[in-house]
């Protein structure tokens, strides 16, 4: 009877498939530490072979996550480190949620983001100076939270970032030069009241005042 060995082999040639859902796996580890008070989340299964078919999340033809879009979803909680692994991702939009706490350096990791929009939220702590591992992004939007410390001189690197908004913060220290920055506007920083002008190198110390 073919009926059944050949439910076997489809079996088998779906494995390699499922053994890839580390990305599904790491985001539902994600959801398991938010709130969704109005269940933007509800259609996470982490039982389906991939997570491609959720809600707020897009994957190439390939079936790799590569956008992940919850801006203005309610959710809360933290930014989990888990999404470090999502490697293709291109496109981590966030913005205008309730989330909390710091942002995990390992988003460092995703080498192929071309817009992280974390603005409008409840994030602390410092930049993290892996950023200047992400050398494909253009748009880094951060402004309106709570971050502290220097801007990472580090993200001078970044060649291909076109806007930066860090308005909003508690961020100290001057204002990098070089690379991209001697491209964006003075309103990108606003709002930072102990963050000096554009660095004097040699004059001021880089983070001075911090
Ligand atoms: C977020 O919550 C507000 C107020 O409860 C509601 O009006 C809005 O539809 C919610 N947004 C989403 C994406 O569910
Ligand atoms: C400055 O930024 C802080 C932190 O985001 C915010 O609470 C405050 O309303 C902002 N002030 C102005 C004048 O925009």
Redesign the pocket.
């Known amino acids: 009877m073919a009926p059944i060995p050949m439910l076997l082999v489809l079996l088998f040639a779906a494995s390699p498939a499922s053994s890839s859902n580390s990305e599904g796996e790491a985001l539902h580890a994600w959801r398991a530490r938010l709130t969704d008070p109005t269940n933007v989340l509800q259609s996470w299964d982490p039982t389906l072979v991939n997570p491609c078919t959720w809600f707020h999340v897009t994957c190439d033809p390939q079936n790799r996550v590569i956008r992940l879009d919850l801006g203005n979803s309610n959710i809360s909680g933290p930014i989990g480190s888990e999404l470090g692994r999502l490697e293709h991702l291109q496109y981590l939009e966030l913005y205008r949620n309730n989330l909390k706490g710091k942002i995990p350096a390992e988003l460092g990791n995703l080498k192929n983001l071309i817009s992280m929009d974390l603005y409008g939220n409840h994030l602390q702590g410092e930049i993290p100076k892996s950023f200047a591992k992400l050398k494909s992004l253009r748009f880094l939007r951060l402004n309106?939270?709570?971050l502290t410390g220097s801007i990472p001189r580090e993200l001078v690197v970044l060649s291909n970032l076109k806007i930066l908004d860090v308005?909003?913060?508690?961020l100290c220290g001057t204002i990098p030069i070089g690379g991209p920055f001697a491209n964006f506007p003075l309103q990108s920083f606003?709002?930072n009241s102990r963050l000096n002008g554009p660095e004097l190198q040699g004059l001021v110390p880089y983070d001075f005042g911090c």
């Open positions: 309106n939270n709570k308005s909003n913060n508690d606003d709002n």
